[in-house]
C-alpha cells in the first residue's frame, strides 16, 4: 500500500479501534482508507484529512508534519471546515447520501469513518459501458436528486457531484461520496491547493470564489453527470462554453445533445438542457423544481441549446484583427492569479475579437470578481507600454519560418475537443494546453494519442488510451 501513496497509513495501522486495510481513494484533500471495525467486526471507510501542499506523512509515521510555519493556519482552517462538514453529514439518513458514523481526531489530523459502501462507481460502468439506457438514468437521477434535496435542506452545497463521486451498490441504488465543500472552502482560503473544480461537471459560476453559490451549482454537476450517461462523455468545461457563447459560437453542447435527442425522451433532453444552461439564473434552482419536471414527462420545458442568447453576452464576429499571440501570453499570465485556469480559453477567445491591447484587457476584465483585483489587472496589462506592444505585432507578423506539420491534416478539431475532455479526467485543467501542443507535433493520429498518453501516469494509461479510442472513434 505504501506503494500506492507514499504518504498513506500502512496497512495494519490502528485508529482506535478501527484497523487500516488498503488505501480505497487519494485526493489533494485527504486519502480515504477502507478499515475494519473491530468493536462491530465490520468493514467501514475511513477519510483522513491530509490536504496535499500544507503537510505530510514521513516514512513509517502515522503523525503528519506541516511544510512551514506559514501553512499551519491554513491547515488548521481546513481542519475546521473538515470538522464542519463532518457535522453535517451525520445529520443525514438519506438512502443516497454516505452515512457518516463517527469523527476521530489523532495523529495531527482528523477521520471521517463512514459506511462502506460495495458496488461501482458510475465512472466504472461508463467507461465499461458508454452509455445508459434512460431507464437506467432515471434509476440514478431521481435518488440523487432526492438525496441532494436532503442535503440542500441543511443549507449545504455537496460541490463534487460527478460519477467518480457515485457509487452504484450491488443492487443498483446510488449512494453520494466524497462532499467537496471542505476542500473548496480551504481551496478558497489558501492558493494551496490546485485543480478545485472539475473541468466539465464544475459551473461557470464555481471558478470565482466570490461568486454565488447555491442548489443550482450542484444541480449543473447532475446535469453534466447525465450528459455524460447519454453522450458518452462529459460535457466541455464551463470555461469553454461561456468563452464560446461570449464570441457568437455555437455552443459545444448543442450537436451532442441533438444527437441525443434521437435517442432519449425530449423530456429527458429538455432536463438536462435546463439543468446545464451556462448562466446560473437560466438554470433549475432548486431539486425540487427538477423532480417535479420529471415527474410531469419534461413539462414543456424550452432547451437551452436552441435558445443560445440565453447566453452569456454572444456579440457577432466584427472581423478584428487577432492580437499578437506574443501579447496574449503576456496578458495571459497577468490573468491567470486572479481567475485560475479559465483563463486560457477567454484570453484565446477574445484574442479573435480584440484589435488591441487595451480593447483586449477590457473584455478579460468582465470575468474578475473583485474590483480589487480588476483594477490590479488593468493596472499591470497598462503598463505594457506601445513600444512593447509594437514589437509583439511586428515579431507575429512576420515570424521565424518553421518546417510544415501535417498534424492538422490528420488531427481534427473535433478530435482535439474530445481529447480535451478525455485528458481532463487525468491532468485536470492543463489538459487544454497539453492537447495543443501535442496536436501541434504530431504528424498524424497515433501519434498525438501516444504524446498524449505519455502526459498520463503509468498506472492510468491503460485507462486513457482505451478511453480515448472511445471517444476519438
Known sequence: MNLVYNHALLQGTRIENYEVEEVLGVGGFGITYRAHDHTLNQTVAIKEYLPDGLAYRLPDSEQLTHKSETDVK????????????????????????????????????????????????LAQRLRQRGVLSEQEILGVLSPLLEGLRSV???QFLH??????????????????????????ALGEHTKALTAMVTPGYAPFEQYHTKDRQGPWTDLYSVGATIYHCMTGMPPAAATERVAALYDGEHDPIEKPMQLAAQRFSAGLVDVVNWLLAPHAKDRAQSTEAVLQRLHDDGGGSQRYASNPATGPAAKPQTGAPAVAPELLKTVHASLEPHIGPMADALVRKAGKRA???EELTQLLARFIPSE?????FLGKTRRLSTQEVEALERRAADPPQSPATSAHSEVSELAIQHAKECLAHYVGPIAGMLVRKAAKRADTREEFVRRLADEVDAASRKEFLHAISKQMG
Open 355 to 357: 484589435s488591441n491591447v
Open 152 to 154: 440542500h435542506a441543511q
Open 74 to 121: 491554513h491547515y488548521k482552517y481546513g481542519l475546521e471546515r473538515f470538522l464542519d462538514e463532518a457535522r453535517t453529514l451525520a445529520k443525514f439518513r438519506d438512502p443516497s447520501i454516505v452515512r457518516v458514523i463517527r469523527f476521530i481526531e489523532a495523529n495531527g489530523t482528523a477521520y471521517l469513518v463512514m459506511d462502506f459502501e460495495s458496488g461501482d462507481s
Open 372 to 376: 480589487e483585483e480588476k483594477t490590479q
Open 159 to 184: 460541490r463534487d457531484v460527478k460519477p467518480a463521486n457515485i457509487l452504484l451498490r450491488d443492487e443498483g441504488l446510488p449512494v453520494l461520496l466524497d462532499f467537496g465543500a471542505a476542500r473548496l
